[in-house]
């Protein structure tokens, strides 16, 4: 039994035009086939649930937690960081041209290699109901 799921459901969304839709990235279900998984199966009785979701699901993630076994004590939401495709090598490639002296300097390269969108971000947390 776990004491902790983290779960990042694949939430089938209706954008399948843009470059981001999740479809275009992976293999999405609905959310009847999703609140059918035993989640509760594999769950300790003091079981936390930490659940990816989209503002787009806001209320779908608390009924999923639901389905799963669990309360909905708080929905926090977390920033999701990406860095785009070359970072680690404009990074390494800073530090042997010693460019970077100093935790600023490299909080100042990582800020011109990130992008935030307020997209695919929130977690709900629940416990077992």
């Known amino acids: 039994m776990y004491k902790l799921i ?41 079981a936390v649930l ?5 503002g787009n699901f806001s209320r779908e993630a608390e009924l999923l937690a639901e389905a799963w076994g669990f309360k909905v004590k708080t929905a926090l939401g977390f920033i999701w960081v990406k860095l785009n495709k070359n970072t680690m090598d404009r990074v390494n490639a800073s530090i042997r041209r010693g460019e970077l002296f100093d935790a600023h300097d490299f909080m100042d390269l990582l800020n011109t290699e990130t992008r935030m969108n307020g997209g695919n971000l929130p977690v709900v947390m629940a416990s077992v109901a």
């Open 50 to 54: 930490c659940m990816w979701y989209t």
């Open 6 to 46: 983290y779960a990042d459901p694949p939430w089938k969304y209706s954008n399948k035009a843009s470059n981001g839709a999740a479809s275009k990235h992976y293999e999405t279900t609905d959310f009847y086939s999703l609140s059918r998984l035993s989640v509760d199966k594999i769950a300790d009785k003091n």
